[in-house]
């Protein structure tokens, strides 16, 4: 019997060990370095929208000066943005090239980044979204 609370004791010290380990990796995960922002992103994947592109959208953050710049799929986009902790917000007054794109996803794009909210960075993959919902997801790229 006293064996048998032992392992039980020690099996109950392991998990509440791994659990505080987890719970602090998570932690570290959800605190976003807003310099690991800076750079030039690729888009992935946009939700709720078929993800055909004719050329790929991508967003360049300039930190220093907190604007972006890029492409949404067709046309040239710059404006600024704004970080707090994961928050990430884009000025809705960005300024954009005006060339047809017939076919294009472009209005769906540039409708999910004015919703964007929050931002998480997990290596080389960037999610924006808009409270928990993921809208976006972008990889880096070397540029």
Known sequence: MKKLSLVIAVAFAFIACNSS????ENVAVEKNNTANLNGSWQLQMLFASDNKWGRTPQLNFNIAEKTFSGNSGCNSIRGKFTTDG??????????????????????????????????????????????????????????
């Open 86 to 143: 994961n928050y990430l917000g884009f000025d809705k007054n960005f300024i954009m090239t005006k060339m047809a794109c017939p076919g294009s996803n472009e209005n769906a794009f540039l409708a999910a980044l004015l919703k964007i909210n929050r931002y998480s960075i997990n290596k080389d993959e960037l999610e924006l979204g808009q409270g928990e919902i993921v809208l976006m997801k972008f990889n880096r790229t070397n540029n």
């Open 21 to 24: 380990k987890k719970s602090s």
